[in-house]
């Protein structure tokens, strides 16, 4: 019998098949058992971490192909937060 939760995963996940090398499973495998949906877990992890990092790789490229040319209008001060005033007593 499937529990709510399955079904929810069940409708609004995608399911791929990745094939892995013997290596790879096993390394798999000893980091991430198949046992109550932690492989899956850790699989989403690890991608979205991989997403992560080619973004932040992509970004850098553009910036090294394309310099930010306005640095001149960047004032630090419009950024920093504003020191209040304490009133005396």
């Given amino acids: 019998m499937r529990s ?6 069940l ?4 399911q ?11 390394r798999l495998e000893r980091a991430a058992p198949g046992k109550a949906r932690k492989r899956s ?14 973004l932040e790789t992509e970004t ?12 001149e209008y960047f004032d630090k001060a419009e950024w920093e937060p504003k020191a209040t005033k304490r009133r005396g007593r």
């Fill in 11 to 14: 409708v609004y996940m995608k």
């Fill in 60 to 71: 850098r490229r553009a910036y090294e192909r394309v310099p930010d040319a306005n640095e």
């Fill in 16 to 26: 791929l098949i990745v094939e892995l090398d013997d290596a790879l499973a096993r």
């Fill in 41 to 54: 877990e850790f699989v989403r992890a690890a991608i979205a971490r991989a997403l992560d990092q080619a």
């Fill in 4 to 9: 709510r939760l399955e079904d929810l995963i």
